[in-house]
């Protein structure tokens, strides 16, 4: 590179190149080599005087002797020194530091070298006089690892996948270059690049692993079987000790270690060296490898890293420990909402250990609740409930634990909100039990209790369901459990919408907050806020806001493993299309929600005013026989519900019968016939108030509009004046003494049709985001820097860095705000809710 700069600067005539041997020991031979070096440039030959080696010539005077014949040097000079870190002994580096710290301008230094030496630079760096170009800015960026193939005649289908996998090493990369030239398969190549390739295993080889002494060679090679390393995990694997160090010094000293922490305590091993010395382990000590695996599984364990002791101990193929450890953190995985990585770990066993081993099949079936396998499931469940005789007395009230939270899941997925409601009671009674009440275990097990109470009364239309989730997020709060937290908020948004829907939004943005903060944005209860933010917005008649919203639920949610929040998704769907004015696919989406409620086992709170909902389409569409017929079908407790009654009276008024509408609507307006949301008596007063002009009784009229405008307007609820427009009747009653004469402003402004045009959207990005860009992406709207996002990813700075590059060319913008903004608005991300009223950013 420094090569290129000098002949691109056309330098030539100006650069001093000096390269230290290996080992130098020599300071006169260092200086003399200085000294004809800056000879060879036009200015130095008129200023430096000729020397030739003596005895009695130090490196003192020579810096000495350079200082006083550059004095006057007035037309610039580069002294490039390469392999500084070869220089020895120490005096020589002061002499150089002398000859950096008194040098007149003209004469600049380039010092390149594989760590720091110790010349002094903080100084000048603190002056802003230095200059650095480290390991980031030396690792190849897509762009340019292509023009590096282009030059060398290979077409790869997709470079970024060797930059990665190189993390940008560009000897790695010319390697790579070299060994796909006449390559028949230039993509398979590149996906199966690893250091083991021949080239680069000599490569690294010669230069890495053969310079460094037998302890620091054994240390890599035996700590290779992990994916990071810390000095005590070294020192335990090799037996030695000063771990930390030995990886200290190899870092420093840029020979393939990667330091994961600002503290310099967690290392990893660049990609391709990593595959070198695990090659070269199976070769030299294939015996210690299960033995390395289990050690590192017990340390991981005893630490509080359950993920990695599981991956240990299924290396070992010890699946015993393994399914003691993953059974151990189970709980505590999924409190954390780490679900996908539960799954990945039951992956890994072997499928016959998962039926023998009573908490293996407990955990199987967990997985395929996840899935919606509820058949799969319950036989998972069997297996369990039989084995547990087996199950040692120590472990038996842990196992039976496992056995409580999966029938609580398989009881929600089932609809069976009385099981659902007993096994959270049970699970609180073992959390107040002795042994679990005095640990962190009790507090845990009391949280997921409360919101698991607080969701079934919620879904059954339980007297208080706020309570016992209130309840729960502040517990889940206190002891830091985010996961909980976030899923007791996304409910208590679901709750909220029936109070207010501000109080809702601001529970839901919190929520969302959560999910984007720790990559919960798939998760269902995710997909259960996304429905209530867009049903809000949709009732607010802003469907250009809302939209979103119910597409990213409708990404997120299924019917398998969340019916009832399917349900809700369903309904939002179709306040949606109202709201556009898309009759047809709002019936259509009312309908698939019926359909779906008639497969509940218990009925759910939201299937009767999705009927009716379903009855006031049908009148829009003109279908009054199809109305007419749902209406007719239901029993009579069914016919009495408030919102029932409401599309009856709808339903009467197309009929031109506005007494009977009136007959309909008498319980709602009284109360006897209560309602689900009070929105819905928005609808019965407005109606109460068309039926009552029809029949010239203005008065009346004017006094039930009057009375629909004061519900509508806390909440802004206006979908229903576009289901039932009256402009006439606004026009009059403006002219009243009304409280609201700007929500009738908005109404009708609404209702002339100079509501915001549907977006057409923005095009999509140029080419598909990667599964690995996807998840860089989701962090990318958190507070989290690059290297933070490293570390939760586990992967290296410069590979986020990469990603967000590809990113910010792929989504066409040029900073990472930009990035998120555009993310938001093609669904990648979920849109960022206002804070405050019940409103979201656009």
């Known amino acids: 590179m420094l090569r290129s700069w000098i002949s691109q600067a056309s330098a030539a005539g100006s650069a001093a190149w000096v390269t230290v041997p290996r080992g130098e020991r020599d300071p006169q031979q260092f200086w003399l080599s200085v000294l004809g070096s800056l000879r060879q440039t036009t200015p130095g030959l008129v200023l430096v005087q000729p020397l030739t080696a003596a005895p009695d010539l130090d490196g003192w005077a020579i810096a000495e002797r350079l200082l006083k014949d550059l004095a006057p040097l007035q037309d610039r000079i580069y002294l490039v020194i390469d392999d500084v870190q070869e220089l020895d002994p120490a005096e020589t580096q002061r002499q150089l530091e002398l000859l950096v710290m008194r040098a007149p301008e003209e004469l600049r230094f380039v010092l390149a070298t594989r760590h720091d030496v110790r010349l002094g630079l903080h100084r000048l760096r603190l002056e802003g006089e230095l200059a650095e170009i480290r390991e980031p800015d030396l690792r190849f960026t897509v762009a340019e690892a292509e023009e590096l193939f282009d030059a060398a005649g290979v077409k790869l289908p997709e470079p970024a996948l060797l930059v990665e996998r190189t993390e940008g090493w560009a000897a790695g990369l010319r390697l790579a270059a070299l060994s796909l030239a006449g390559h028949p398969d230039p993509g398979r190549f590149a996906e199966e690049f690893s250091g083991t390739e021949r080239t680069v295993a000599e490569y690294l080889l010669a230069e890495v692993l053969d310079r460094q002494s037998e302890p620091v060679r054994r240390l890599l090679l035996r700590t290779s079987v992990l994916e990071r390393v810390n000095g005590e995990l070294a020192d335990l694997l090799t037996g030695d000790s000063g771990g930390e160090r030995v990886l200290q010094d190899l870092e420093q000293a840029n020979a393939f270690v990667v330091s994961l922490d600002a503290r310099r305590s967690w290392f990893r091993y660049h990609h391709l060296f990593a595959d070198l010395l695990r090659l070269e382990l199976r070769r030299t000590a294939p015996g210690e490898v299960t033995a390395l695996h289990r050690a590192a599984a017990g340390w991981f364990a005893g630490h509080g890293y359950p993920v990695e002791a599981v991956r240990h101990a299924q290396a070992a ?61 319950e036989r998972y469940l069997s297996r369990a409930e039989r084995g547990m005789a087996s199950v040692p007395d120590a472990r038996r009230a842990h196992a039976q634990l496992l056995l409580g939270i999966t029938r609580l899941v398989l009881a929600r997925q089932r609809w069976n909100l009385q099981a659902v409601a007993e096994e959270a009671r049970r699970l609180q009674a073992m959390a107040e039990a002795p042994d679990a009440a005095q640990s962190r275990l009790g507090e845990e097990l009391r949280a997921l209790a409360l919101i698991s109470l607080g969701t079934t009364e919620f879904w059954a239309a339980g007297e208080d369901p706020e309570r016992h989730l209130e309840m729960g997020v502040a517990l889940a709060r206190r002891i830091g459990r985010p996961f909980l937290e976030f899923t007791g908020l996304a409910y208590q948004t679901a709750a909220g919408i029936y109070q207010s829907f501000t109080r809702a939004a601001e529970r839901g943005r919190r929520a969302i907050e959560l999910a984007e903060r720790h990559g919960w944005t798939d998760e269902p209860a995710a997909g259960l806020a996304y429905v209530i933010l867009g049903a809000i917005l949709a009732w607010q008649m802003r469907p250009g806001e809302a939209g979103p919203w119910v597409q990213r639920a409708e990404r997120v949610l299924r019917a398998e493993t969340e019916p009832a929040a399917v349900l809700g998704m369903h309904r939002a769907r179709g306040a949606l299309e109202l709201a556009r004015g898309r009759d047809a696919d709002a019936l259509a989406a009312f309908q698939a929600a019926e359909r779906l409620g008639g497969r509940l086992t218990a009925p759910h709170r939201l299937l009767t005013p999705t009927r009716a909902l379903l009855m006031h389409t049908l009148v829009r569409l003109g279908d009054l026989e199809r109305a007419e017929q749902i209406l007719d079908g239901l029993g009579e407790r069914d016919r009495d519900h408030g919102e029932t009654r409401i599309a009856a009276a709808v339903l009467r008024l197309a009929q031109d019968d506005p007494r009977s509408a009136m007959a309909a609507l008498a319980p709602v307006l009284d109360g006897s016939a209560p309602v689900v949301w009070s929105a819905w008596q928005v609808e019965a007063f407005l109606l109460e108030a068309i039926a009552r002009d029809a029949l010239g009784d203005a008065a009346a009229a004017d006094r039930t509009l009057e009375r629909a405008l004061d519900l509508a307007e806390p909440d802004g609820v206006l979908l229903w004046f576009l289901l039932h427009p009256v402009p006439g009747l606004l026009q009059r009653h403006i002219r009243q003494r009304t409280a609201h004469p700007a929500l009738i402003a908005d109404i009708l402004s609404l209702l002339a049709g100079n509501r915001p045009a549907p977006p057409t959207g923005p095009p999509p990005p140029m080419e598909p985001l990667s599964d690995s860009e996807i998840r860089v992406l989701r962090y990318l709207p958190t507070h989290l820097s690059a290297p933070q996002i490293a570390s939760e990813l586990y992967i290296s700075h410069n590979t986020v860095r990469t990603h967000m590059r590809h990113l910010y060319a792929k989504l066409g913008t040029h900073r990472r705000f930009e990035a998120v903004e555009r993310a938001r608005a093609l669904g990648l991300l979920a849109p960022s809710p206002l804070r405050g009223q019940a409103t979201l950013p656009r």
Request: negative net charge.
């Open 317 to 377: 193929r010890d699946w015993g420990l393994a399914a003691r450890l993953l059974a151990d953190s189970w709980y505590g995985l999924q409190l954390d909402g780490q679900a996908a990585t539960t799954q990945q770990l039951l992956a890994g066993f072997p499928a016959g250990t998962r039926t023998a081993d009573a908490e293996l099949a407990a955990l199987a079936a967990a997985e395929e609740l996840a899935h919606g396998s509820l058949e799969a499931a």
